[in-house]
Structure formats: C-alpha cells, structure tokens
C-alpha cells in the first residue's frame, strides 16, 4: 500500500516529466512517471525490498528490464506530491568532486586571492574529497545549521558556534550499481556497465568553518554534517538522448582518463531560494565527465560497492547567474539565514526531469 501525505500544490497527472525509481517510507520500490506514482511491491523479489539496492546491483540487462515492469505494472497509484519517500537507496560510499572548471576558478579567486585560481593538478584529474556516507539525507530533510570552529580575518583566535556562512551546493550524482573487486580498475567506457542512475544533490556548505579547516587536507566538518539527494533516481538508460559533447580539455588527459567526451549531459539546472530563481544553469559545462571521475575514483584500485554516490562538485556556468552556490553568486556577501528553503531541479534535454531537493534551514542547536 502506499504511504501518503498530504502537501499542497499538487501537480495533475501528465504535467510532470519526472521519472524514475524510489523507495516508498512504508516499504517496496515505487516508479515515478507523468506526474503518477506506482506501488511496485505487488511485483515482489527486488520490487518488495525497503531499497534500491538489490536492484542497483542486478546489473545492466535487469535495470533495462525494471524500467518496462514499472512501465507496465498495473499498481496503486497515487499524483507524485502526495507519495511519501524515504532515501532510496542505503549509501555505501560517498564522494564528491570538483569537476567544474568555472566552479574552482571562483573559488580559487576568493580563497587564494593573490595566487593562481587553479592548482597545478586540477586540469589532469579531477580533484575529490571523500564525504561521509551517514550524513546524506532525501530530500526534504530539513538542516540543522552546523556549528565548528571559524576564523575571520580579523580574529586573532578561532571561536566554536554556529556557521554563520551556510551555503548550498548544486550537483549532479550518480549511483553505482555493480560492485567491483579491490584491485580493479573502471575503464572511462565501462561507465554505464556499473552506474545506475543520477540524482541532485545538495551538499550543504559551511564556508566559514571550511575555510579555516580546509588546508591542507580539504574539507571536513565544513561539509560532513549533511549532503541533500533526490528521492527519485533517474535511470542513466534515459538520460542517453540528453548526452553532448563535453568542453574540451587541455592538456589532453592521460590516456587512463581519456575519453568519456560523449558523456557530457544537456541538463537544465535552477536553484529557487525562498521560491525565487537564483541560478540557472547546465550540467553540459562540465569539464571533468561522470564516466572520467568514475575512472578515476577508481584507478588506483580502490573497490566500488553497491549503494556508492558520486557527484560532481558544484556546477557553475560563465554566465552571470549560472553559479550554483550563494559565494558564488553572492560574491560572499549572502549566505543562508534560519527559515531560508532551498529547492534544487533539474531537467534533461530529451524532457526527463530529476527528482527536485527541497531543504529548510533550522537554527542550530543550543551547545
């Protein structure tokens, strides 16, 4: 049966082009499309699990084989706004790139004003931090603000209390689905053999305690206290009619990381901020690819696993008001306040559109 709740501004059936697979809050999968959700336990095995994983890991042949099940499975229906959904798949792994090139130009600018934006190594692979798995929510979940230690310029000393330069993050994931053993390596055009499907996520910035973190490991505590993902996971095999061409790179990539050029996605992006549009943008402008950032998570024989998420870093467009961050778009003058909402959405050329990630900002805790 499925698990409703009642929300206001449902859309009618048909208006939506949002597709793909989720997990019902009352247990077994579901499958989300022209603006209906349908209860796909009635099909049992994979279908009645409280996840996507067993699925995820079935392998190419059965996901092709899931999506005409869902397709023509004559289960309880309900409009989309009114299904209740629980994180769709149980997350073994987590990691997050910095695969757009304008994203880590403006970032380098404001924090390392007096240098080169970009750092030796970012244009022969695609730099990454390694987040933690038990902090990435579905959407809806609202964020507690986080609380760390930050320094201002004009401290002498840091202080410990609540961010106060909360900031989102727009990117694309994706979500591996057939594991590999240690030791092996993803070749850029074995992509699709182990990757699901993509989602949007929000990982949730703190930049002031980033900033003073930050060198010279990376980030942490700045990053770590929540990440935001869709409900819905949109199957790869639908998003093949929204591919591109990536921009080109130079230098050319090593040959483990060539390739993967075909792989870039026309994906409309928009954040709404308090249900006002701040940045819109696309996922075309990607300079590192997803099969290229698989390729190298993995060249060093590190395992993929089940359940892995992988995103992209924040994707910003050379337009004004394409960035997908508020330092960005703000210049750092506007970070997020107590009550502030923030909705991500995403719609690929050929008309698919990814699960929004709708997130409210609380006060942080008293400590």
């Known amino acids: 049966m499925l698990v409703l709740r009642a929300r206001g501004g449902a859309r009618a059936a048909g ?11 009352g247990g077994g999968l579901a499958w989300c499309e022209e603006g209906e959700v349908v209860d796909l336990s009635g099909l049992g095995d994979v279908f009645a699990r409280p996840t996507l994983n ?8 059965a996901w092709q084989g899931a999506i005409a099940a869902a397709r023509s499975h004559d289960g309880p229906r309900v409009p989309e706004r009114e ?20 994203h880590a130009t403006n970032l380098g600018r404001m924090f390392r004003p007096d240098q080169e934006p970009l750092l030796p190594n970012w244009r ?28 201002s310029p004009d401290e002498d000393a840091p202080t ?9 993050e727009l990117e694309l994931g994706f979500v591996v689905g057939v594991p590999t ?17 993509v989602v949007l996520v929000n990982d949730w910035s703190a930049r002031d305690i980033q900033a003073w973190e930050y060198v010279p490991l990376g980030p942490n505590l700045g990053k770590s206290f929540q990440t935001s993902i869709s409900a819905w996971v949109t199957p790869l095999a639908l998003l093949e009619g929204a591919c591109v061409e990536a921009p080109p790179q130079e230098p050319p990539p090593l040959p483990h990381l060539a390739g993967g050029r075909d792989w870039g996605l026309d994906l409309a992006l928009g954040v709404e901020l308090n249900g006002e549009t701040v940045s819109t943008g696309n996922a075309r402008t990607l300079y590192w690819t997803l099969p290229q950032q698989l390729a190298h998570a ?21 337009e004004p008001g394409s960035e997908g961050s508020m330092i960005e778009l703000f210049r750092g003058e506007r970070f997020l306040e107590d009550g502030d909402e923030v909705v991500l959405r995403g719609r690929a050329a050929n008309g698919v559109e990814l699960g929004e990630v709708r997130g409210r900002v609380l006060p942080s805790h008293p400590g």
């Open 15 to 25: 208006d939506s082009r949002l597709t793909g697979f989720g997990a019902l809050a």
């Open 54 to 61: 067993e699925l995820l890991a079935a392998g190419r042949s």
């Open 83 to 102: 299904a209740r959904l629980r994180l769709p798949f149980e997350v073994a792994d987590y990691v997050d790139f910095y695969s757009s090139l304008e």
């Open 124 to 151: 022969w692979l695609p730099v990454a931090y390694h987040g933690r798995a038990g902090s990435v929510v579905v959407s809806e979940t609202d964020v507690l603000r986080p609380r760390g230690q930050r320094k």
């Open 160 to 168: 410990f209390g609540p961010s106060r330069r909360l900031d989102f």
């Open 181 to 197: 053993q240690l030791g092996e390596q993803v070749p850029v055009e074995a992509f699709a053999d182990h990757v699901f499907g």
């Open 298 to 318: 993995t060249s060093n024989g590190a395992p993929l696993r089940t359940g892995d998420l992988m995103a992209s870093g924040t994707i910003s467009g050379s």
